[in-house]
Structures are given as structure tokens and as C-alpha cells.
């Protein structure tokens, strides 16, 4: 029996499906459903929000790549706000929230291991190669 729950059909555009993180050794990320009122009680989108999850189940890059062909993607307006940290983007990020046509993540954790990972590209610590990065 497969404990997975299905893809949903809008997979790139649902706010209730969360790409967690990502397990770079095992080239595998952790995933979860997870209900956008939660989006916004998360203070941030890192492991403390734990308590929010129900569960988390790992999707292989190849697995995720093969859901992400079937989706149709649609060009949509997005816009990225980055910063460094005690700056005040914690109260912008609530401000944002306020509006319906927004969701504001703060500081996700899948963003945080690829930015690692891309940093020690070429070192002895990576378990990327330059090639394997932007995949």
C-alpha cells in the first residue's frame, strides 16, 4: 500500500502542497499538506513550524520532475522579496499577509538547502556538481 497522498492536479499553484525541504545526499525532498491558514500562523517556514505539520513523506528529484511535466504551467506574475536578516521583513511579510492576493513565506527551508548547497559547489563538502545545481 502506498502511504503517499496523491499529487492534486494544481500542484505548482496549490497553497495547501508544500515542498519542505530538500535532502541534497539523497536527492529527495520532504513534503507535506498543509492548509494555507497555517501559512500564516508560521512565524517562519523552517523547522520551527513542525508543530503546524502532520506529516512529511519524501518525493525523489525524479518522481517531482515527472509530477512537474504533467502540470501545464502557466506564466503567472510573481514577485521575490529577499533580505538580510533583523531588518524588519518579518513585519512586512505580516503586512503582506493581509492581502488576499498574497502568501508570504518566510524563510523556507527548501530555499535555505539550495542556497547552502549552491555555496559549497566545488568544495569537498558538496554533493553536487556544478551540472547537477540548476536541475
Not at 496549490?14 to 525541504?21: F, G, Q
Not at 545526499?25 to 517562519?44: D, I, K, R, V, W
Not at 502540470?71 to 522579496?81: G, H, I, N, R
Request: proline residues 10%.
Amino acid at each position: 500500500m502506498n502511504d503517499k497522498p496523491a499529487y492534486p492536479p494544481d500542484f505548482c499553484t496549490n497553497p495547501e502542497w508544500l515542498v519542505y525541504d530538500y535532502a541534497v545526499p539523497e536527492q529527495s525532498f520532504m513534503c507535506t499538506q498543509l492548509q494555507e491558514n497555517a501559512y500564516h500562523q508560521a512565524g517562519f517556514m523552517d523547522r520551527r513550524m513542525k508543530s503546524l505539520i502532520k506529516g512529511f513523506f519524501p518525493v525523489s528529484l525524479e518522481e517531482l520532475e515527472h509530477e512537474l511535466e504533467k502540470v501545464p504551467l502557466e506564466p503567472s506574475p510573481a514577485a521575490y522579496v529577499f533580505q538580510i536578516g533583523h531588518c524588519g521583513s518579518t513585519l512586512v511579510s505580516r503586512a503582506l499577509a493581509f492581502s488576499p492576493l498574497t502568501l508570504p513565506l518566510r524563510e523556507p527551508q527548501v530555499l535555505k538547502t539550495l542556497a547552502s548547497s549552491q555555496r559549497e559547489l566545488g568544495s569537498t563538502l558538496s554533493w553536487l556538481s556544478h551540472g547537477d545545481w540548476p536541475r
